[in-house]
């Protein structure tokens, strides 16, 4: 009997979702998202890169500022108005201080309850590697979290204003090849379908399927294949890590 996934908490009012890249969110959870803001949670963006890196034909200088309109627009979709960028070079972020320091900072200034990424771990399940940008920001938001509520590190952010927090409660990680968790993707599925095509420049060079063809069958497929272990109801599935 396959293992049934248990529904996301609902109890939390605001959350910061932190990822490397724009698309990041949209192929991860954005039906997960349109459900919660629908329900008038808070929900931030924050993410390392501008995605400047993404598209061979374009240079970073003139990729970044699209990549950017798209990601707000492809948010907006969801319900999300308040997307930030953190200006790490798109391919060749580092896990390290630096990172966790800024990631940190933002769970601070937002002050949420649910942080959620993408699958920091080297694969998507077995032999599909994952992306050392994805492994970083994956990896510094577990480890910021902590730091964000102790106030001997990073001081320097007391300094700023931005007062320890540890109100965090937990970590849901999207893309993981062991989720515990789910959400309802029903009510949400459509306007994630859209939120992707926002991406319409990036989908554009990545496939030579229609661009909507190619969202929808992506989303509503890895959607339905979750149902099973969700009692038969279209998921978006999650790694949850609770503090």
Same mark, same amino acid.
Do not use: K
């Given at each position: 009997?396959?293992?049934?996934?248990?529904?996301?908490?609902?109890?939390?009012r605001?959350a910061?979702?932190?990822?490397?890249?724009?698309?990041?969110l949209?192929?991860?959870?954005?039906?997960?998202?349109?459900?919660?803001?629908?329900?008038?949670?808070?929900?931030?963006?924050?993410l390392?890169?501008?995605?400047?890196?993404?598209?061979?034909?374009?240079?970073?200088?003139?990729?970044?500022?699209?990549?950017?309109?798209?990601?707000?627009?492809?948010?907006?979709?969801? $319900?999300?108005?308040?997307?930030?960028?953190?200006?790490?070079?798109?391919?060749?972020?580092?896990?390290?201080?630096?990172?966790?320091?800024?990631?940190?900072?933002?769970?601070?200034?937002? =002050?949420p309850?649910?942080? &959620?990424?993408?699958?920091h771990?080297?694969?998507? $399940?077995?032999?599909?590697?994952?992306?050392?940008? #994805?492994r970083?920001?994956?990896?510094?938001?577990?480890?910021?979290?902590?730091?964000?509520?102790?106030?001997? &590190?990073?001081?320097?952010?007391?300094?700023?204003?931005l007062?320890?927090?540890? $109100?965090?409660?937990?970590?849901?990680?999207? $893309?993981?090849?062991?989720?515990?968790?789910?959400?309802?993707?029903?009510?949400?599925?459509?306007?994630?379908?859209?939120?992707?095509?926002? #991406? +319409?420049?990036y &989908?554009?060079?990545?496939?030579?399927?229609?661009?909507e063809?190619?969202? +929808?069958t992506?989303?509503t497929?890895?959607?339905?294949?979750?149902?099973?272990?969700?009692?038969? =109801?279209?998921?978006?599935?999650?790694?949850l890590?609770?503090?």
């Open positions: 009997m396959t293992e049934q996934l248990e529904p996301m908490p609902t109890d939390w605001r910061l979702a932190v990822v490397a890249h724009p698309d990041d949209e192929y991860g959870c954005a039906a997960a998202v349109a459900g919660w803001t629908d329900e008038g949670r808070d929900i931030t963006y924050l390392a890169t501008r995605g400047e890196a993404g598209i061979d034909m374009l240079e970073p200088e003139r990729c970044a500022p699209l990549r950017e309109q798209e990601q707000r627009a492809s948010a907006a979709v969801v $319900g999300v108005s308040r997307v930030e960028f953190l200006d790490h070079r798109d391919g060749v972020i580092e896990y390290g201080v630096g990172l966790r320091r800024d990631i940190a900072a933002a769970v601070r200034r937002h =002050r309850e649910l942080v &959620i990424t993408l699958n771990r080297d694969t998507w $399940g077995g032999v599909a590697w994952n992306t050392p940008d #994805h970083a920001v994956g990896r510094a938001t577990l480890d910021a979290v902590a730091d964000a509520g102790n106030r001997w &590190i990073f001081p320097e952010l007391a300094e700023q204003g007062d320890p927090w540890d $109100g965090v409660r937990w970590v849901a990680v999207a $893309g993981s090849s062991t989720p515990t968790h789910a959400v309802d993707a029903s009510a949400g599925l459509e306007r994630s379908v859209q939120s992707l095509l926002a #991406h +319409r420049t &989908i554009e060079v990545l496939t030579d399927e229609d661009p063809a190619y969202c +929808r992506f989303l497929g890895n959607a339905r294949a979750s149902a099973e272990r969700f009692g038969g =109801r279209p998921a978006v599935t999650f790694e890590f609770a503090r």
